[in-house]
């Protein structure tokens, strides 16, 4: 994947009245997940040190939790990040250190498509994660040649790897799909990474239309006739 460059401000004041007032600067609050895991103590707390923005989440019984950052990001900063189909991972400036993160999700307002949240994922080179990657086609099918209908049914598959082995795109070759057929998510294999997303579903499909199905027809009648 491409790197893209992204500078965060830590985000200390997390009340209702306060995000407001980020949004009324163009100013898109944001959390950095998938943080450092640490030990709490006997009675639930955490004794290290933390820096701005940062909190500690519990996620079991066994006195574990890790550390998540509240930032807050500027609409211009993100623009060219989220608004592309390309998947980047993200060299995101904060306090002076470099995380290394990828998208999680972004919530859009319901009626205007503005911003109001953003979550990124921290990764590392030991643990997978899942990824959404663009799915693009090469060559031309049997079957659109007959006629058929080529359709791109997944534009995007999801993909569990490596950060740094998640590639930019899956790049499908359509050229022996002849009508009818198909390319699943369970027909591919890759070595450094595989697909997540459910075996049965089918990427890219080649249809019948009307005009190949009148054509099927008017052939067999052709040859009835003989």
Do not use: W
Not at 52 to 81: C, F, M, P, S, Y
């Amino acid at each position: 994947m491409k790197t893209f460059q992204l500078s965060a401000e830590p985000r200390t004041d997390l009340g209702k009245k306060a995000t407001k007032a980020l949004r009324a600067e163009n100013k898109i609050p944001a959390v950095i997940n998938g943080g450092k895991l640490v030990e709490l103590n006997e009675n639930g707390e955490y004794e290290g040190t933390l820096e701005a923005g940062q909190k500690v989440v519990k996620i079991n019984t066994d006195n574990k939790a890790i550390i998540t950052t509240d930032i807050t990001v500027t609409q211009e900063a993100v623009r060219k990040l989220i608004y592309t189909p390309e998947i980047f991972d993200i060299d995101l400036s904060l306090n002076g250190k470099v995380v290394k993160a990828v998208l999680k999700n972004i919530q859009f307002h319901p009626l205007n498509d503005s911003i109001l949240h953003i979550d990124f994922l921290a990764v590392d080179d030991k643990k997978p994660i899942i990824m959404e990657v663009p799915v693009s086609v090469t060559g031309h099918a049997i079957g659109v040649k007959a006629g058929g209908k080529l359709v791109l049914n997944m534009k995007k598959v999801k993909v569990k790897g490596i950060y740094s082995e998640i590639p930019e795109r899956i790049t499908l070759s359509v050229d022996d799909l002849q009508i009818g057929q198909a390319i699943k998510v369970s027909d591919l294999h890759y070595d450094n990474f595989e697909l997540a997303s459910p075996k049965d579903l089918m990427i890219v499909s080649v249809r019948a239309t009307r005009a190949a199905a009148a054509a099927a027809a008017a052939g067999e009648n052709e040859e009835g006739a003989e």
